[in-house]
């Protein structure tokens, strides 16, 4: 048996901005560091032996509190952790994208996978790539406890792909707030258990309860 860790980056320049980030990166903001110090002191007591990190500057920023924290030596680093790139959006204001898109975006509300960006990757291809990844985690470090690094959408993908839950699904699955914690166990006869989903609760009681759904789904 392995257990995974996943957690999404700090807070970033560009989420208080609220520009499209995708493959492009922002630097972590004083709360984001923070965050991603807050999150590392939580998981302390999990016996963290490696911790794996998208090649974003902003994961592996937050990938590097955690390091500390857990006194870890190393980030090894991954571009399948990536976010889902966003093309032609990438750098761009949501707002902006909403006011001169409005009919594309009454789909995104209602299920980004309907939603082909120009120049993006699409839901699937971000599933397929980061989802190959973490199922080669149990043969590398098979009895180990590990903590990945990634971002919004990226996340969520592999979350959901790990419940079983499919791409088109979204009513269903909690928004992964800056280093939300989910925890997962995965055995050798295939079977995957969850133990946490998007808990924020090391954050400050300005975010909303876990449970909740943001239906903008910006991710970051």
Request: charge should be negative; glycine fraction near 8%; hydrophobic fraction near 35%.
């Amino acid at each position: 048996m392995i257990k995974i860790i996943l957690t999404r980056h700090g807070e970033t320049l560009w989420n208080i901005e609220g520009r499209v980030q995708g493959a492009l990166d922002s630097p972590l903001t004083e709360k984001g560091v923070q965050q991603a110090r807050k999150v590392g002191q939580r998981l302390q007591k999990e016996g963290i032996t490696r911790i794996y990190s998208s090649d974003l500057p902003r994961a592996q920023a937050t990938a590097d509190e955690i390091r500390k924290a857990l006194g870890v030596e190393e980030i090894l680093l991954d571009p399948a952790l990536r976010e889902l790139s966003f093309g032609e959006w990438e750098g761009k204001n949501w707002w902006d994208l909403r006011q001169r898109y409005p009919e594309m975006f009454t789909l995104w509300d209602t299920g980004p996978h309907q939603v082909q960006i120009p120049g993006a990757e699409s839901m699937w291809e971000v599933s397929e790539r980061a989802w190959q990844f973490v199922q080669e985690l149990p043969r590398l470090h098979d009895g180990e406890t590990l903590c990945v690094v990634t971002h919004g959408m990226t996340l969520q993908l592999i979350v959901k792909k790990a419940l079983g839950i499919p791409v088109e699904q979204w009513n269903d699955v909690p928004w992964q707030h800056n280093t939300a914690v989910n925890i997962f166990e995965f055995y050798e006869d295939g079977r995957i258990h969850p133990i946490l989903l998007a808990d924020h609760t090391h954050l400050d009681d300005d975010i909303k309860s876990a449970s909740g759904f943001n239906q903008k789904r910006k991710p970051e």
